[in-house]
């Protein structure tokens, strides 16, 4: 059973997705670069690690399966940097990878709809993805999940 929390409502879309960017960075001999966008900010200091800690779980399952994850809840330093400032960076780090993945919860974060706005606008990067299992049979079929990353 699938516990990483991604939102559920776009899996339609994704395995065709899943599979062209994978397919497209094993041609070039290189793993997936794959941005994960979800809410940071919170109310309390509990809800925010929390959400910390959902998005370190979507990077942990994307290394697994061969990805190599972009985490901006713990590259992005929380304190002492403004929202400007951090999504400037985060935007940044997004540009460097081959797709982004949105987690559940996404759509209340106004940084998540930012990034996925930026995926659906830049032809570099994939539409963001919204279900790990399309991104597990596509890992599998090109012969890099389960492999550890450099």
């Given at each position: ?12 879309l994704?395995d065709?997705?899943a599979d ?6 094993a041609?070039?001999?290189?793993r997936?670069?794959?941005y994960v ?8 200091s509990?809800?925010i690690?929390?959400?910390?800690a ?10 697994r399966?061969?990805m190599?994850p ?11 940097v403004?929202?400007?400032q951090?999504?400037i960076e985060c ?7 081959d797709?982004?993945?949105?987690m559940?919860?996404w759509e ?7 990034e ?9 990067l994939?539409?963001?993805?919204t ?6 049979a596509?890992?599998?079929e090109a012969g890099?999940?389960?492999?550890r990353t450099?």
């Amino acid at each position: 059973m699938n516990t990483v929390p991604f939102d559920p409502r776009m899996r339609f879309l994704l395995d065709m997705q899943a599979d062209a960017m994978v397919r497209r960075c094993a041609r070039f001999g290189r793993r997936p670069r794959v941005y994960v966008a979800g809410p940071y900010t919170a109310p309390t200091s509990e809800a925010i690690a929390a959400n910390v800690a959902a998005a370190v779980a979507v990077g942990v399952e994307l290394r697994r399966l061969g990805m190599v994850p972009l985490v901006p809840h713990i590259t992005i330093p929380g304190s002492g940097v403004s929202w400007k400032q951090a999504m400037i960076e985060c935007l940044s780090h997004l540009r460097t990878c081959d797709f982004a993945v949105l987690m559940h919860g996404w759509e209340r974060s106004r940084g998540a709809r930012m990034e996925a706005w930026l995926c659906s606008r830049v032809r570099s990067l994939y539409p963001p993805l919204t279900s790990m299992e399309a991104l597990e049979a596509a890992a599998v079929e090109a012969g890099i999940a389960g492999e550890r990353t450099a």
